[in-house]
């Protein structure tokens, strides 16, 4: 059964004086994994009632994993330009080709856009185009 209101189960949690602050990290963690994101507001509020000041560069730091801790409508997403494989020959059990399929491909035609990989886009002037690098 889906939970309604996480908020509201989530509150009592976090404010027991006998759980870890470390198990904190982790509920507050799971709220913003299942809501896919909190508001900064929000956010502060959690970490001021909760008195995880401290620890809050653990929940903060995963926007460096891509996971969208501060949601907002301004967000953009990461959306990777897909290839039309329609055409392609398939597998009856195999319809779907995951997202890594496109980004080595295009890694290895130089076709990766500088700004969203830029250690990856460059390639060395030596490179005749003969495979990957």
Known sequence: ??????MRVLLPVLLNKSHDS???IRAILLYI?????????????????????SDSDMIRNW????????SSFVAQQHKYARRDRSKEE???LSRWTPVIKDVMEDAIENKLD????????????????????
Do not use: H, M
Request: negative net charge.
């Open 33 to 53: 994994f299942s809501t896919n994101g909190t508001t900064q507001e929000n956010l502060d509020k959690l970490i001021q009632n909760v008195q995880i000041e």
């Open 1 to 6: 059964e889906k939970v309604k209101d996480s």
């Open 22 to 24: 470390y198990d904190k």
């Open 114 to 133: 500088s700004k969203d990989w830029p250690y990856c886009s460059r390639c060395p002037p030596t490179w005749n185009g003969s495979g990957a690098v």
């Open 63 to 70: 926007k460096y994993l891509d996971v969208p801790v501060i």
């Open 90 to 92: 398939t597998f009856q």
